[in-house]
């Protein structure tokens, strides 16, 4: 078996010591000075008796004992591993900057708090200052003009002026209908238009180069016409397809644990293909981006459920790693990223325990 120094490794002081993360398996690990120049020779692949020619006045069990450790932190990569593998598609695949991919990778399957921690959290917060405005004022000293009411006859304003989010659900289920609205107005393509280079879709909300990076899952556990399980919704023909996979996971399971989620009839889940957007740009900037569009598709998906009478609650707060083993997503570009369940609004506890909050 051979060994090489991970090539996803960052380092950064923290106080006196110098810390080494691996940004694809999130380990963080102290790393001493001799042990950074161990990792500096081992750029290529070795096997333990070229590793332990290295290692002077070790054993050949303590040369074992140490790759060990070294492979548990992933501070070395065993040649054929898993982590061997998703660093080779990383090296051939990702386009943009080292830190946009120390973003990306860091944040996937992140811990949580319960809702008493976050509150608990705040307090103390509160206890040290002041907690900050929420919004602005202008100073009515300062030549203010006042502008016309929006919201009188505007049934676009006043359809938005209704959106809230309401983790509780007034009934089990929802309508196949409901649910096909809600996805085609944030995903539904609508036309096509040419750049000069290549044919790109037209959607329902705008998206960076027109590279319509976002695929759309569905998590159906109670919708009419649908049997439960997961599916893929194709924005181009407007149709659903299903997803081969034994898992059935709790939907509470894929949103972080926020137990709200488990009365929902049904989950949207928005994956981003990245490569999609990364073929045309290969600034890092993009990758900002791509956030910012699921705020777009997301909101189409809201206002669409409000129309309907349907409330649909957003949460980032994501379990990836299940979400891509229950929708088959292996490729290391492709991304859980955000979530939207859709129901008919309930009353909802004021103090409800809402689960994980990221």
């Known amino acids: 078996m051979r060994y090489r120094a991970s090539q996803t490794l960052v380092f950064s002081h923290a106080g006196d010591a110098l810390l080494s993360c691996n940004f694809l398996t999130k380990n963080v690990f102290e790393c001493a000075p001799d042990l950074v120049a161990f990792l500096g020779d081992l750029s290529d692949w070795a096997a333990l008796d070229e590793i332990a020619a290295a290692m002077e006045g070790m054993t050949a069990d303590e040369v074992r004992e140490t790759v060990e450790q070294l492979v548990g932190v992933s ?36 811990d949580r708090m319960s809702l008493e921690e976050s509150q608990e959290l705040q307090r103390g917060k509160l206890e040290q200052g002041n907690a900050p405005v929420l919004f602005s004022r202008n100073d009515p000293l300062t030549g203010l003009v006042r502008l016309p009411p929006s919201r009188d006859g505007n049934e676009l304003i006043e359809l938005m002026a209704r959106r809230r989010t309401v983790r509780a659900a007034a009934q089990p289920s929802i309508t196949l209908a409901q649910l096909a609205d809600c996805l085609f107005a944030g995903m539904g393509i609508t036309g096509e238009t040419d750049n000069g280079v290549v044919t790109l879709p037209l959607g329902m909300t705008p998206s960076g180069g027109a590279r319509n990076p976002y695929e759309a899952y569905v998590y159906a556990v109670n919708v009419e016409g649908l049997a439960p399980g997961f599916y893929h919704y194709s924005a181009a023909d407007h149709d659903l397809a299903p997803i081969r996979t034994d ?98 609004p309930g009353i909802e506890p004021p103090m409800v325990t809402r689960g994980a909050i990221g």
């Open 75 to 110: 501070a070395i990569v065993e040649e054929g591993s898993g982590l061997a593998a998703k660093e080779a598609e990383f090296l051939t695949s990702w386009k943009w900057s080292l830190p946009a991919a120390m973003m990306h990778f860091c944040v996937q399957d992140p």
């Open 247 to 344: 898992l059935r996971p709790r939907p509470s399971e894929l949103v972080g644990g926020q137990d709200w989620a488990d009365e929902m009839p049904c989950m949207i889940l928005l994956c981003a293909s990245l490569g999609r957007t990364m073929w045309k740009y290969e600034d890092a900037n993009a990758y900002r981006v791509v956030m910012i569009e699921a705020g777009h598709i997301g909101q189409n998906i809201m206002l669409a459920a409000t129309q309907h009478g349907l409330t649909a609650c957003p949460t980032a707060a994501l379990s990836h790693s299940l979400i891509r083993d229950c929708l088959g997503m292996h490729r290391l570009n492709d991304a859980p990223i955000y979530a939207l369940t859709l129901c008919v």
